[in-house]
């Protein structure tokens, strides 16, 4: 080591310098020992497990997208085209309409006296050109056996059961027989044909019909309501 004096060199064996006599010093750095539970402190730090980033999370939002909007985008045109009035609407409409036709009243059925029958049908959305079409007769051939046939609709139907008088899209009157040639508006609706016996105060009458709806319609097969027969 040097003199701090003289910066003489210092043999490692002398108390002190050969050339200016300044005792020897010599500085210690004392470095305390780290205590074992800091350093376990330590290396628990450096053991704690961060959550990585999800790689994919990024990408569900764009493929979520990329699969509902051929959906939507789907169900936008079926609205537009069921619902719109313009040219193009009308052209699609056309394009895809197609002629319905379901049955409503059975073929053989009775009605009592003082009472009535009934068959409800639905018409779907979307629809044009509905009409109700068909024949019926009632056995036997003297006056007291004849019947009224009405077609109406669903408020007309609840106000005439109470007993008032309403409009109806076709009335027959008191016959044996006849023919139900009645036009509906187009569109979704609900309607009955009613076979009325409440007037006669004999028995129970038999009747044969072949009453159907006929109409034009351009939405699936699957979204048409199914007729029910209503019985009073």
């Known amino acids: 080591m040097l003199c701090e004096n003289c910066a003489t060199s210092i043999p490692n064996s002398s108390p002190s310098c050969p050339q200016c006599g300044k005792p020897r010093t010599v500085t210690v750095d004392i470095i305390p020992p780290v ?13 704690l497990e961060l959550a990585a980033p999800a790689r994919h999370a990024g990408f569900r939002v764009p493929l979520l997208i990329w699969f509902l909007l051929p959906v939507v985008l789907l169900i936008s045109a079926v609205w537009w085209g069921a619902t719109g009035d313009t040219q193009s609407a009308l052209i699609l409409q056309r394009a895809l309409t197609s002629a319905h036709s379901e049955p409503v009243t059975e073929s053989s059925f009775s009605v009592k006296s003082h009472s009535f029958s009934v068959y409800k049908f639905t018409v779907p959305p979307a629809t044009s050109s509905v009409a109700v079409n068909g024949q019926f007769t009632v056995a036997g051939a003297p006056a007291d056996d004849a019947i009224e046939v009405y077609v109406m609709a669903d408020n007309d139907f609840a106000i005439w059961r109470n007993g008032y008088s309403t409009t109806s899209f076709y009335e027959s009157g008191r016959v044996t027989q006849g023919s139900v040639a009645a036009n509906l508006p187009g569109g979704a609706g609900t309607y009955y044909v009613v076979f009325n016996n409440r007037f006669s105060p004999r028995g129970t009458k038999t009747v044969s019909s072949n009453i159907g709806v006929q109409y034009n319609a351009w939405l699936p097969d699957s979204l048409f309501r199914l007729k029910e027969r209503v019985f009073q």
């Open 35 to 47: 205590p074992r539970s800091s350093m376990s402190g330590a290396a628990t730090g450096v053991r």
